[in-house]
């Protein structure tokens, strides 16, 4: 790039759709758009002056990386995990963090939907054998999936979205959750795990990324399996023993699998994949595409892309993973003033005495706080100078002070 510019900088990784470019480019910012994810000594690099940056999964934001990126306000993930981002070292720098709960749900069930019905019909071995020349119409091991019982492991919004198109093909749906859930349709919760995996012919997996969840599904678990079970992995790919997985398919107990996430992944496009479920014919491997559809991308990009806008110039932080939602409608001429604070006591009234002080009326203000964060957005009357500004950030709770004009 030629020249000197004072526009915000936004940097946008691992292939983010057009969409999101289009946004943040038209909302101002220069965008600086790379295919691959980054590694934290080159996120230290480049993030300096960088106001907005969007990553997917395969790029994790630690502290050091947080601490070089001096002019960063927000964090989109163009996915729906968060746990690749160090959310405590965003937050203690007031930094927003975005994410998509809902745009690639569909694209994620479609996918889970297709393996059950290809692993149920032994498509994987029909293929195999065709590719190598075996005309084989033996009916032996293959099933409609209607009658069949699937059993759902996290009932968020995947896993009842799910629940609702396999009962449309006429399976029998069970499912755990560790929190309360409503059954959609003829569901049926189960109290344990235990009590899922024991009447399950189907298992598939939609937990999300909290470190509990790690190794939750281990040598125990699928010994618990019935014999010719399916299972499937669309979720996270620290939660399951691959090992074990494989010991279980190969010495027939279960009947197949398919898995989309994996403890380590590429980086990179042509960086070798490495599993120990590599040369299983009755296993499905596909490379963290669960929500990888154009239709998925494209809501997603514009979804993330414009709550990175929406928080950089209205300070909105609606659907916000780490920091209290807080959407007020802007006050015609008005300076929008934005503090993030402790939870402590007090603070509001003291943000308002230091307003009228200075002679400011406000015209629109609204609170959130959650946990030990507060945050406060104020409309006041245009001002000149930076007393005012200065005051509030030497208030002892103050994290985070800036301005819209």
């Known amino acids: 790039m030629e020249g000197v510019t004072t526009r915000p900088r936004a940097l946008l990784l691992e292939n983010v759709h057009d969409d999101a470019a289009f946004v943040l480019r038209d909302a101002g910012y220069d965008v600086e758009r790379l295919a691959q994810a980054l590694s934290e000594d080159e996120l230290v690099e480049r993030l300096p002056g960088v106001s907005l940056l969007g990553l997917r999964s395969n790029t994790t934001i630690t502290a050091r990386a947080l601490a070089a990126a001096d002019e960063l306000v927000a964090i989109g993930a163009f996915c729906i995990g968060t746990n690749q981002i160090d959310l405590t070292a965003a937050t203690d720098r007031g930094i ?47 099933h409609e999936v209607r009658g069949r019982r699937l059993g759902i492991v996290g009932y968020g919004n995947i896993g009842s979205q799910l629940s609702v198109l396999a009962e449309a093909l006429g399976m029998s749906v069970l499912f755990y959750d560790t929190a309360d859930k409503l059954a959609l349709g003829n569901a049926r919760r189960c109290g344990t795990l235990e009590e899922l995996l024991a009447q399950s012919d189907v298992v598939s997996l939609h937990v999300d990324g909290r470190a509990g969840n790690s190794g939750l599904f281990g040598e125990e678990q699928l010994a618990r399996m019935r014999q010719g079970g399916i299972f499937l992995n669309l979720s996270r790919g620290f939660v399951v023993d691959h090992a074990a997985l494989r010991r279980h398919l190969e010495s027939g ?93 007090g603070v509001l009234a003291t943000v308002n005495g230091l307003l009228a002080e200075h002679g400011l009326n406000i015209e629109g203000q609204l609170l959130g706080t959650s946990g030990a964060l507060g945050y406060v957005v104020t409309d006041v009357a245009r001002f000149e100078g930076d007393d005012v500004t200065k005051s509030l950030a030497a208030l002892p709770e103050t994290l985070r002070l800036w301005v819209l004009p």
Not at 131 to 140: E, M
Not at 253 to 280: I, M, N, T
Not at 290 to 318: C, H, M, P, W
């Open 96 to 142: 927003a963090v975005f994410n998509a709960p809902f745009s690639n749900t569909r694209s994620v069930v479609e996918l889970a939907v297709s393996e059950v019905i290809a692993l149920t019909r032994r498509l994987t071995d029909k293929s195999s054998d065709m590719h190598a020349g075996i005309w084989d119409k033996s009916a032996v091991g293959s």
């Open 253 to 345: 107990h279960l009947a197949g699998a398919a898995v989309d996430v994996f403890p380590s992944e590429p980086k990179r496009p042509g960086e070798e994949f490495v599993s120990v479920l590599r040369g299983l014919p009755n296993v499905i491997l596909t490379p963290h595409v669960g929500g990888s559809t154009e239709e998925a991308q494209q809501d997603i990009g514009n979804f993330v892309a414009g709550k990175l806008r929406d928080y950089a110039a209205e300070g909105s932080t609606a659907l916000s993973v780490n920091l209290p939602q807080v959407s007020l409608p802007r006050a015609p001429g008005t300076v929008r003033v934005l503090l993030l604070h402790t939870n402590t006591p």
